[in-house]
């Protein structure tokens, strides 16, 4: 009874807090609807933001995108220091996934994650027109953690903590997602929440002494002998059942199996590498503030090689069910060439690499969905790093050709046999001597570009090395 008491206590503390939370972040968003709408135009100022985040301490930071996604006011914290560049990347997130939906339907949403042990949780909205029937462009706010910490938990926690002498509740940062573990010192039992709609990075840790429980274990232990003994009855008659349920599930593992290896294949190197890095940073071995920046953008590289493999999955997940949805809008595709390589720069460079951008000739703008496409560039220079060996040198040109503008990728790697040229856009497809990769990266690239009314093609030779092409029709010259 004292563990379900205890177990439940903690549950309520987290539906408290999120509740609680949410509840400001709708105050905060009403306020800000009813000063807008006293205006004649119905816009936001960005002298609004700057008195509403004065009156709501609980937001850190404030940011502002019009309806073409263009950053319009920046609010921000003098006191909140700079991460080398999380927040801009965690905008660019928020951003795509803002795009995959139209703005009407654009309702509260929420982001939580931890980056180099920080904690981020993040809100962002789309505001609609009180009179027009669109958007006035999204809202994107983070949360002030050291003020929840304060404002909301802290009297809280001394409240719960004194009310039963044998059990501790804290609030701490999650490494595993589990209820209850026995892994605690010696004579102490170990339950944990974890919050689920904000602060996900966080859960609700209750620690209890077993000598205390004893009492009522023996207690329950008579009253429940009689329901464990049905239960193991039960249990008996279900195995042949579970045993039928269980062939027949295998059957469907052999199928996923083997695309879930690859998977796990391809996660582990940047885990590995984020965990190496983080630790060594944590433990205080490196003090040079230039080695530092360095780990630093090491661990920004691989989470942005796992962000990559993510997408892929879910955006082939999408695609399979024939939903996919392409947006497109006049752009410079030499500038987003331009943002890869710089993106990407540092990273392959750490890798051994020599990357070279050549643009021919200046392409004027065209449509094209902006984000897709810088998925589909990222897919073939993260093909071109992995397969190659000894030689490692990449070209990226961008011309016009045939009235199409066509991005060439060329590494000197490996190549692809003749036999298989033909197949290697298949989804789930891997060469016969090939150990890495899930099979969706290139499919996934040839599914954009034909999207897009254009084509990939692929010239190779074995040990030579392989041109990877994307040939877009200019829409819209």
């Known amino acids: 009874m004292a563990q379900e008491n205890a177990r439940k206590s903690a549950i309520m503390l987290v539906q408290e807090v999120e509740g609680r939370i949410i509840e400001l972040e709708k105050q905060f968003l009403m306020d800000l609807t009813m000063e807008k709408r006293e205006g004649e135009n119905d816009t936001i100022t960005e002298a609004q933001l700057q008195t509403l985040k004065k009156k709501y301490l609980f937001i850190q930071d404030i940011y502002f995108f019009d309806t073409e996604y263009m950053l319009k006011y920046s609010i921000q914290s003098d006191a909140q220091p700079r991460y080398g560049g999380i927040k801009e990347w965690l905008l660019s997130r ?32 789309s505001l609609p027109h009180k009179l027009k029937n669109k958007s ?13 910490r304060s404002e909301l938990l802290n009297s809280r926690l001394l409240e719960l903590n ?23 010192e010696k004579g102490q039992l170990i ?14 840790k209750t620690t209890l002494e077993i000598s205390a429980l004893q009492k009522h274990a023996r207690q329950e232990l008579i009253s429940y002998s009689g329901l464990i003994l049905i239960i193991l009855v039960l249990i008996g008659a279900s195995i042949s059942l579970t045993f039928r349920y269980i062939r027949q599930e295998w059957k469907l593992s052999q199928i996923k199996s083997e695309m879930v290896s690859h998977v796990s294949h391809e996660l582990k190197t940047p885990l590995a590498l984020i965990r190496m890095y983080a630790e060594t940073l944590m433990l205080g071995r490196v003090t040079q503030e230039q080695k530092v920046m360095e780990y630093y953008h090491i661990i920004i590289g ?3 090689r796992l962000t990559l493999l993510i997408n892929n999955i879910l955006d082939f997940s999408v695609i399979e069910k024939g939903v996919n949805e392409y947006h497109f809008s006049k752009g410079d595709l030499a500038e987003i060439l331009r943002m890869v390589v710089n993106l990407y720069s540092r990273y392959v460079r750490q890798n051994g690499f020599n990357l070279h951008l050549r643009i021919e000739e ?8 902006k984000m897709a496409m810088t998925q589909a560039i990222l897919n073939l220079l993260d093909n071109a790093m992995k397969f190659s060996r000894e030689k490692k040198e990449i070209d990226i040109d961008l011309k016009r050709q045939d009235g199409k503008a066509v991005i060439r990728i060329t590494d000197q790697g490996i190549g692809i046999n003749s036999r298989e040229i033909n197949r290697i856009f298949e989804p789930f497809y891997r060469g016969s001597d090939i150990t890495q990769g899930a ?13 897009h009314g254009g084509k990939v093609t692929v010239e190779s030779k074995v040990n030579r090395g392989s041109t990877f092409a994307i040939w877009l029709p200019i829409q819209g010259d």
């Open 191 to 204: 339950i944990e929440i974890p919050f689920t709609r904000v602060l996900t990075f966080w859960e609700v």
């Open 162 to 184: 004194s009310r039963e002498p044998h059990q501790r509740i804290t609030v701490e940062n999650r490494d595993v997602r589990h209820l209850i573990d026995d892994t605690g």
């Open 362 to 369: 200046q392409i004027p703008p065209f449509n094209f969905d």
């Open 136 to 148: 006035l462009g999204y809202l994107v706010f983070f949360l002030d953690i050291d003020f929840i």
């Open 302 to 304: 691989e989470c942005e």
């Open 94 to 125: 928020i951003l795509f996934d803002i795009k995959k939906r139209t703005p009407l339907e654009l309702e509260l949403r929420h982001l939580s994650d931890v980056f180099i042990g920080i904690p981020v949780q993040i809100g962002y909205i």
């Open 439 to 451: 099979g969706i990266g290139l499919a996934l690239v040839k599914h954009i570009a034909e999207a």
